[in-house]
C-alpha cells in the first residue's frame, strides 16, 4: 500500500465545506485482500491498538457501525481502513474529527483517494502516514511490503511519539479555547504561525491573540509582571499582601538573604514561569544551595522569599473582574503502606484523565531531577513504601503541566480575596492576568489567614479553569472575547465571492470599484494580483486561497472582493470559510482533462462550492443551466437571479414570489439594466450603452458582468445612486481592467487587447469585434494555452473562423509541455478545415514576434484583434509601436454628419467639432479634415 499523492484542503472543498486532506493510496496486490479475507486476528489487532475505532459508526451511523464492516463477509478495503485509522490516531491526540470518504478512482485497479478531516495539517500528514504502517504491521508478514518485513514497529511508542509530535503543532488549551469561544459568537480566525499567534476577525476589525496576551496588553506591563522585584514592589506600595523578598545574584548572598528573612524560604528564577526552578520550603542552606544552583538554570537573578504555608490557588482576572479561582496541588502520590513510589506513580498514570502534556485535561506524572531531588529531601527513593495515607510531593509547584491538580474554587472566594486580585492586575495593567495567591483557605479574608500574593503572571494559562480535576469548569474564555468584540460586532469585513469561467475579473475589478466610489477600502484579489484599496501590492494570479488570506488578513482593509478560480479550489480548497455573498457567472468549457476535472458537470461541482458558503445571498446566472442547479446546494438566506432574457420563465416565477433578480430589458433607448427587490419594486438601474465598459453597448457580455456587480453591491448594502457612479466611471482601460477588451485608438488603425482563453471567451470577442464598423481588414493574433485539450484548442480556431481576413497563430511563452509549433500548428489545421485560405494564415510561434507582425501589416481603417498572455509586455508592445509613415498618411476618416439646425441644440459637441453626442452619449459624427 502506497501513498501515491496528497492534496492538503485548508478550506472548504468538493469534498467538505471544512479541511480535508486527500491521499492517493495504490493498494497493490492489497486489493485482493480485503478485511473479511484476512480474518479476525487483522481487525482484532486493529482494535486492540486503537479502541476507540469502536465507537466509529461508518455507513451504519451507530457505535461499532466500522467493526461490523470490516467483519462482514467480505468486509471492506484497506484504503477505507487507513481512513478510519487516520482519523482515530487524531482523535487519540485531543483532535475531534469525523469525517471520512474513500473512494476508487478513475485510474488503475487498486488506486483509492482516501479523504478524512484533520484540525491540524502536519498531524493531519503524519497520521496518515502512520495509519498505513499500522495496518502494514498488521498484516500477516508475507503480505507486508519489502521495505517493513524487517523493520521494528512498536506501536506504543509511534503512538505517543505522534501524540508529542503532535501537541508540539496543537492550539495549547488556553489558546484552544479562546479559539472555540471565538468560533461561538461567529467570529473567524486564522492561525498566523505554527505557535499560537492567532488572528480573530478579518481586516480592519481583526484583533490578535497569543495564548492569553491580547492585542490589547500593555507591553510595559507584561515587562513589569515578569519582574518579579519590581512586581513585589508595587505591590507592596500599594498594601497589599507580598512575602518578604529579596533578589540576589550570587550563593552567598542568597544565603545571608535567606538567613535574614529567616528559613523556610522559597527561592526561583527572576524571569521564570511554569513553575520552572522553583523551590519552596527550603529548610536549611544546604538545601538552599541545591534550590540556588537549579534556579541559577533559568537565569541569573534569583529570588529569596519568606515561605508563605498553605496551597497555591490562582485567580483569574479578565478586563478588571476576577473570572475563575482554582486551588492548585502539586504533583503528588498517596501512600496505601503497600506500594512503592514508581508504582504509585504508574498507578495515576493509568488515569485516563491523564495525557501526554496538554492531550488531555491532567498530565502524566514523570520522575526527572526535581522529583528525585525532593524525595531525596524526605531520605526516601522510588522504591520506597511510603505509609498509608501520606502524601509524598513529586513537585514543588502545582502546574498542571508537570502533573499538578486544580480544583474550582470560584464559588466560595472570599470577597476580599477577589478584590486584592483586581486590585493587583489592575496595579500591574494587565488586561488577562493571574494572580498566585497563598493560602491556607480561599474562603477567609487574606487579613485574617495572612495568605499573600507570590506571583503575578502576564499570560495564565486557562486549563486549571476550563477542565479542573474537580469542580465546576469555568468558560474563561467568553469574558476575553466580550472585551476584545463588544457584544454587537463579530469582526467580520463584507465578503464577496466571484467564481466562473469567464467574466470573473472584470465583475470583481466592477464591483471593487463601486465599492470603493462608496467610500470602502477595497482588498480585492483577482487574476492580476491583489489590489489594496486599488493599489498593486502582489502582482500575478491571485485567485487561490493564499490571497485571499493576504486580503482578509489587512489591517486597512474593510471589504473584499474575492475573485476564486477553479485551480486554487482544486489545489487547496477557498481561502475563506463563508461569504456574504457569491456569486457564479457562467460554466463553459476551460481546463478540462486537468486535475480530475474532465467535464462541464464536474467543473460546475468545483465552483459550486463558492456558492455553498455564501451565507447572505446567493447570486446566479438563470441563463446557464449549470449555474441554476446550483441553487439546490445553496445555504443563502437569499437566492438572486441575473438573466438577459426578460421573460425567463422561472425568473418571472421567483419576482412573483417576492425574489431578487437583476434583468436585462429592451427599451426604447436600448437596453436598460432593472433590478427587482424583494418587494416587488421594479428598478430601472442604468442603461447598457452608459457603460462604459460596455463600449456603447457593443459588448454585451460587459453588460452582463455589470449586472452581476451591481447585484453583488445591492446584496452588500450599496445604494442604488452609488451602484450607477460606480458602474458609470467604469471602462476597459488598461489601467481599470488590464487584459479585458483594452480598445487603443490612438495609431492608424484600431486594436483590441484581451486575454480570452477559452471557446466561450475567444467567442464573446468574436462577437464584440463583428459589431465594430471596419473599413479595413480585421486581422487576429490566435492562441491558447498549451495546457487545453487539443479539441478545446481546435474549437477556438473554428470559432475565429470567417470573423477575420487574416490569421497569425502563435503559442504562450510557458508552453505547458507542448512542442514549439504545437499549439499554433493545430490552430492553423482547425482553421484551414473550417474554410480559411491557407494564404491568409500564418504561424508565428513567438508572442512579441507574432504582435509585432501583425502591427507591422496593419494599414489605416483596419482592425487588430490581440489575444495576448503576457499582458503587460504586449500592451507596451501595442502603446509604443511606431507605425510607418505611409500608414499614418493613408489614415482614413469618415466624413461629417450634417446635423439640421433646427435640432442642434440636442447634441453636445466641441468646437472642432471632433466629437459630437447626443443625450444618450452616443457618437454621433467626427469632423474630417477634408
Known sequence: MKILATTVFRGPNIYALFPVIRQTLDLGDLENWPTGRLGEDFVNGLVENLPGLQEHGCSYQVPGGFIRRMREDEGTWLGH?????????????????????????????????????????????????????LVHHLLPRDLRPDDSRGREFEFGKERDDFIRFAQKRALGPSTASLVKAAEQRGIPWLR????????????????????????????VSVELASDKEE????????????????LVYRLRRAQKAAERIGYPVVVKPLDGNHGRG???????????EVAYDNAKVHGDGIVIESYIPGLDHRLLVVNGKLVAAAKRVPGHVLGDGKHTIEELVDDINRDPRRGVGHEKILTRLEFDHQADRLLEFKGYTRRTVPGEGETVYLRSTANLSTGGTAIDVTDIIHPDNREMAERAIRAVGLDVGGVDFITTDIAKSYHETGGAICEVNAAPGFRMH??????????????????????????????????GTNGKTTTARMLSHIMKMAGHTVGLASTDGVYIDGRLTVSGDMTGPTAARMVLSDPTVDAAVLETARGGMLRSGLGYRQSDVSAC?????????????????QLAEVKRVVIEVARGTAILNADDPLCLKMADYSNADKLCYITMNRTHPLVREHIQAGGLAVVLEQGINGHMITLYDEKGHHIPLLWSHLIPATLEGRALH??????????????????????????????????????????????????IMDYAHNPAAVKTICDVVDRFDTLGQKIVVLTMPGDRRDEDIEEVARIAAGHFDHYICRRDDNRRGRGDKEVPEIIARSLRESGVDEQHIQIIPDEQEAIGTALRAARSGDLL??????????????????PDEDVVAARVKPAAVEIPPDIIGDFEFDEDMELIRDERGVRIARETED
Not at 484583434?865 to 511606431?882: E, T
Request: hydrophobic share 40%.
Open 81 to 133: 481502513v487507513m481512513e478510519h485509522v487516520a482519523l482515530e490516531l487524531q482523535n487519540i491526540t485531543g483532535a475531534n474529527v469525523t469525517f471520512g470518504k474513500t473512494r476508487s478512482t478513475d485510474g488503475a485497479p487498486g488506486h483509492y483517494d482516501v479523504v478524512y478531516e484533520y484540525e491540524g495539517e502536519q498531524v493531519g500528514l503524519e497520521a496518515g502516514r502512520l495509519a498505513v504502517d
Open 192 to 219: 498566523l504561525n505554527d505557535q499560537s499567534l492567532i488572528q480573530l476577525g478579518h481586516g480592519c476589525h481583526q484583533r490578535r491573540i497569543q495564548a492569553t496576551i491580547t492585542g490589547n496588553t500593555s507591553y
Open 231 to 246: 512586581t513585589h514592589r508595587l505591590l507592596a506600595d500599594l498594601g497589599l499582601p507580598v512575602p518578604r523578598q529579596a
Open 278 to 288: 522553583v523551590t519552596i520550603d527550603v529548610q536549611t542552606p544546604e538545601q538552599l
Open 466 to 499: 476550563v477542565a479542573p480535576s474537580e469542580g465546576e469548569p469555568r468558560d474563561v474564555a467568553t469574558p476575553v472575547i466580550e472585551m476584545l468584540f463588544p457584544e454587537s460586532t463579530d469582526g467580520r469585513i463584507p465578503i464577496a465571492g466571484i467564481t
Open 585 to 601: 457567472l457562467n460554466v463553459s468549457a476551460d481546463h478540462l482533462g486537468l486535475r480530475g476535472v474532465d467535464t462541464l458537470e
Open 702 to 751: 460587459n453588460a452582463q458582468n455589470a449586472m452581476f456587480a451591481a447585484a453583488l453591491a445591492y446584496n452588500l448594502g450599496i445604494d442604488l445612486d452609488n451602484i450607477r457612479h460606480g458602474l458609470r466611471t467604469f471602462d476597459t482601460t488598461f489601467f481599470q481592467a488590464p487584459g479585458r477588451l483594452n480598445v487603443y485608438d490612438e495609431l492608424p488603425f484600431k486594436v
Open 865 to 882: 484583434l490581440v489575444l495576448a498572455d503576457q499582458i503587460a509586455r504586449s500592451w507596451k508592445q501595442i502603446i509604443y509601436f511606431k
